[in-house]
């Protein structure tokens, strides 16, 4: 079946440091989300990347839609306590209409 | 985005028994999706709502455990029929398909609704 391999599994970073987490595939997105989950919440969109190579930003979170179609990368600036949660990356296949798929999740948890 | 309303947010139930939640959307979308999230794992696709028939369900999930109504472009519900501790999990509903392209590919989450089965 489709997978997305969403990397690191987590990380514990000092506040004010940059983090960097990517997700790869063998198959081909139309368009790659990036979500962050707080505990009893549902996933909140972040970014949203449309086109291969696209590069696009909100604030200290800049994310790039890879030229391949295969891979994207979320990238936090000068990470921050409230930075902490669950990022998940998430693709809808060529094909499949608005379905998504999910990868694993990165846990961010940052030292203050 | 639009604004998604999901009830109820928590519920403990008694295995055998069903529970049915409700998704409730602010503004009229084509798509709505529901998810599982088990604890401390990603999110699974159960089925796509569809308006005015039956939802489409992916492998793994039925519809005799997991029936879907659509009645609308606003609203839809997912149950989970007999229930057992194995389907302690959060419920998701999802949707999508409001506005222009290429926006109107982005997926947007209601809070959830964390179930917990005894």
């Known amino acids: 079946g489709q997978q997305l391999n969403q990397s690191p599994q987590s990380m514990f970073i000092q506040e004010g440091e940059d983090v960097s987490m990517n997700c790869t595939s063998s198959?081909?997105?139309?368009?790659w989300l990036w979500y962050k989950q707080d505990p009893g919440e549902g996933p909140v969109l972040l970014i949203a990347?449309?086109?291969?190579?696209e590069l696009t930003s909100n604030g200290r979170l800049t994310a790039q839609f890879g030229i391949t179609r295969k891979d994207s990368f979320l990238n936090i600036s000068a990470s921050i306590p409230s930075d902490v949660g669950i990022y998940f990356c998430a693709g809808q296949l060529e094909g499949y209409g608005n379905k998504l798929v999910f990868g694993a999740g990165t846990i961010l948890r940052v030292k203050s | 985005s639009a604004v998604i309303s999901q009830k109820p947010s928590r519920d403990i139930c008694q295995r055998g028994t069903s529970l049915t939640i409700q998704c409730q959307v602010d503004s009229q979308v084509t798509m709505m999706f529901w998810y599982r999230q088990q604890p401390g794992q990603s999110l699974t696709l159960i089925a796509t709502a569809n308006q005015g028939s039956e939802a489409t369900y992916e492998s793994g999930f039925v519809i005799d455990k997991f029936p879907i109504s659509r009645p609308n472009l606003t609203f839809s519900t997912l149950t989970v029929s007999n229930m057992s501790p194995e389907d302690s999990s959060i419920y998701l509903c999802s949707v999508s398909g409001s506005g222009q392209l290429p926006m109107n590919t982005e997926a947007f989450f209601g809070q959830g609704t964390r179930l917990t089965v005894v």
């Open positions: 990347l449309y086109k291969a190579g």
């Open positions: 198959s081909i997105f139309n368009t």
